[in-house]
């Protein structure tokens, strides 16, 4: 089939510059959920029509699949729906969904095309309804006695028993390929909007003899629009809580489902905890009996089985092994690979930097473009000095190393297996196996000493 997706509109009530249909939900413009969905059922054809930022909406979206046609002037949805014409297989049905409504299931849209399908010797068009308690601002879908549908009205178009109904169409239809187009050329702008409405086709069809089916959504969330942040800020909460709610399924601990953020791909092994507040973007792969504490956020990592995340973590691009302990407060850039049995304190920032079985840097430090063997204990505000100003150079560190707090590592340097350093150190040499490196220094006491006092006015 065909698939056209509308995502032409200014969306003004977003008051923002930026074009609706790339506000985000849960990390990814509002369009890439509906091409999501779309791909997963395979068709032939994907057509999005643009319009207000077409240009910021092609690049942000752009994919080898979908073809993009620009609606010059906004004069209603068949009207957009027509502008996609020329790019159509008029041999397959066209299924119409919508840039700005995210949450529409693959399995909701499988049944639509099920209902359309169901009589292969007749042509179908199926509209996608939902009932609702309050269907103000919808379009009404009228029927006769025997529930036949005659007709779709708009609410601004409709009598007073029409405004009545709540049963409202949702704008998802399938339409069939070989008549759209003389429906299209039919239509009229002779409405309270003055626009070209795509749900006139219905009245064509019925006119034509042609049945129209309906269905309706697994949830009726899934049919929900966006016009204002408002609206975004609800959608991104139910979408939130179907994500909590699956991972709660597959056996994850969630301290409080209402309190995860999820914006990318989050993977869980068995027996994992998370606290509250934790966000995860990207792609992220939690491995068994991974504990993840409150208000940490997490971005294309790979935590490792047994590992313990505690509070406000911040770790991004980095590969964390088994059973290591990371945080309070620490943060790992792009780049940090730390082995198993490792521990990174508070207020600890690693980035590309690899840290070898069981080593430890538990407080205020920074080690930026390291490789640190194992068993390397790095004490309270030890710095690895990367950056010369022009560029960045290297610190290894081999097996074994003991370096005290409050030391410099100027790279490119090496520390060899087994050195001790002491506290206080810079150290812009290499250091050989075994040894003590230290700077010398004079300690002096003075007796008697007074310290300066304030004056007394």
């Not at 643009?50 to 004069?75: K, S, T, W």
Request: aromatic share 4%.
């Amino acid at each position: 089939m065909n698939i056209v997706i509308l995502a032409a509109g200014e969306g003004k009530r977003m008051r923002s510059a930026l074009p609706k249909v790339l506000h985000l939900l849960a990390g990814q413009p509002l369009l890439c959920h509906v091409l999501d969905t779309a791909r997963a059922l395979q068709p032939a054809k994907i057509v999005v029509v643009v319009g207000h930022g077409a240009q910021a909406v092609q690049h942000a979206v752009a994919m080898p699949e979908v073809e993009f046609v620009i609606q010059e002037q906004q004069l209603g949805t068949g009207h957009a729906v027509q502008q996609a014409l020329p790019l159509l297989d008029h041999s397959m049905p066209v299924l119409v969904l919508y840039g700005d409504v995210p949450l529409i299931s693959v399995s909701t849209l499988e049944r639509l095309i099920k209902q359309a399908s169901a009589d292969p010797n007749a042509q179908r068009c199926a509209v996608l309804t939902a009932k609702l308690a309050e269907p103000s601002g919808y379009g009404r879908i009228v029927r006769e006695p025997m529930g036949r549908v005659v007709r779709i009205v708009e609410q601004k178009d409709a009598s007073p028993e029409e405004c009545k109904i709540n049963e409202v169409n949702t704008g998802i239809m399938l339409l069939p390929g070989a008549r759209i187009a003389n429906w299209l050329a039919e239509l009229n702008n002779h409405n309270a909007q003055h626009e070209y409405y795509l749900t006139d086709v219905i009245e064509r069809a019925i006119a034509d003899n042609l049945e129209v089916v309906t269905t309706q959504p697994d949830n009726v969330s899934e049919t929900m629009g966006v016009n204002n942040k408002l609206q975004l800020a609800l959608l991104e909460r139910i979408y939130q809580r179907q994500l909590a709610d699956a991972l709660l399924d597959d056996g994850v601990m969630l301290a409080d489902p209402a309190r995860i953020d999820i914006r990318g791909a989050l993977t869980c092994g068995r027996e994992v905890s998370i606290d509250v507040n934790c966000v995860f973007e990207g792609a992220v792969r939690l491995a068994d009996d991974v504990s993840i504490g409150p208000h940490c956020v997490l971005k294309n990592a790979v935590i490792g089985a047994g590992a313990k995340i505690n509070a406000f973590t911040h770790i991004e691009g980095a590969h964390i092994g088994e059973r290591a302990v990371i945080g309070p407060y620490a943060r790992l850039r792009p780049g940090a690979r730390l082995a198993e049995d490792t521990h990174i304190g508070n207020f600890v920032e690693v980035k590309n930097a690899m840290l070898g079985t069981g080593s430890k840097a538990n407080h205020l430090s920074y080690i930026g473009d390291a490789t640190v063997g194992a068993h390397v204990n790095l004490g309270a505000g030890t710095i690895t000095c990367n950056y010369d100003g022009a560029q960045k150079h290297c610190t290894v560190i081999e097996d074994n190393v003991f370096v005290g707090s409050a030391t410099q590592l100027v790279a490119p340097v090496k520390i060899a297996q087994g050195v001790t350093i002491a506290a206080g150190t810079t150290i812009w040499k290499d250091v050989p196996a075994g040894a003590l490196a230290l700077n010398e220094k004079t300690q002096i006491a003075k007796a008697d000493y007074v310290r300066p006092s304030k004056r007394k006015d």
